[in-house]
T-cell receptor
């Protein structure tokens, strides 16, 4: 069990640029989640995959955001035309059952 | 809608006991979770309650009352390393396991 890996750990980008983050879940976990967390707030749900199927998307996920999980393994989250309000920690989590996620260490995005 | 309330900050002394409360109003209920998050790190799972009552796990215990929409996390024999944010989260839907989190309670343990 190597845990949930996220890459990169930190990303600084200029407003208007596109960014892509990667998440590698625990290998036997078929459920994968993306959350966003800003300072002083709890994580906010963005999207959920079961295997390769994206089963749920939050209204927070504007059309500038897209997520994929090809072949039900790793997942990517892309943000197009980044805005300063996108600055946050992007957390990925995975689980095998309905109980208890394992979170990755997150990707901290700063849009300047 | 979903609403989860917890105190913003709490302070306590090393060796003491502290209780962090959480109240929730959600469109459904299928379990309540507590997570610990140290600054700059990922949340880590502490406890899960789906039925009323107390769940004990070492120094940490969690209580749930579904009729009152209320939970608490009890931390005993506080240690300096317990200084962290404690997140209360509810799973509203039975089909999926997406969680709705509160804003977290920042606990500061002093010597």
């Amino acid at each position: 069990d190597t845990g949930v890996s996220q890459d990169p750990r930190h990303k600084i980008t200029k407003r208007g640029q596109n960014v892509t983050f990667r998440c590698d879940p625990i290998s036997e976990h078929n459920r994968l989640y993306w959350y966003r967390q800003t300072l002083g707030q709890g994580p906010e749900f963005l999207t959920y995959f079961q295997n390769e199927a994206q089963l749920e998307k939050s209204r927070l996920l504007s059309d500038r955001f897209s997520a994929e999980r090809p072949k039900g393994s790793f997942s990517t989250l892309e943000i197009q035309r980044t805005e300063q309000g996108d600055s946050a920690m992007y957390l990925c989590a995975s689980s095998r059952t309905l109980y208890g996620y394992t979170f990755g260490s997150g990707t901290r995005l700063t849009v300047v | 809608g979903q609403n989860i309330d917890q105190p913003t900050e709490m302070t306590a002394t090393e060796g003491a006991i502290v209780q962090i409360n959480c109240t929730y109003q959600t469109s459904g209920f299928n379990g309540l979770f507590w997570y610990q998050q140290h600054a700059g790190e990922a949340p880590t799972f502490l406890s899960y309650n789906v039925l009323d009552g107390l769940e004990e796990k070492g120094r940490f215990s969690s209580f749930l009352s579904r009729s009152k929409g209320y939970s608490y996390l009890l931390l005993k024999e506080l240690q300096m390393k317990d200084s962290a944010s404690y997140l209360c989260a509810v799973r509203p839907n039975s089909g999926y396991s997406t969680l709705t989190f509160g804003k977290g309670t920042m606990l500061l343990v002093s010597p």
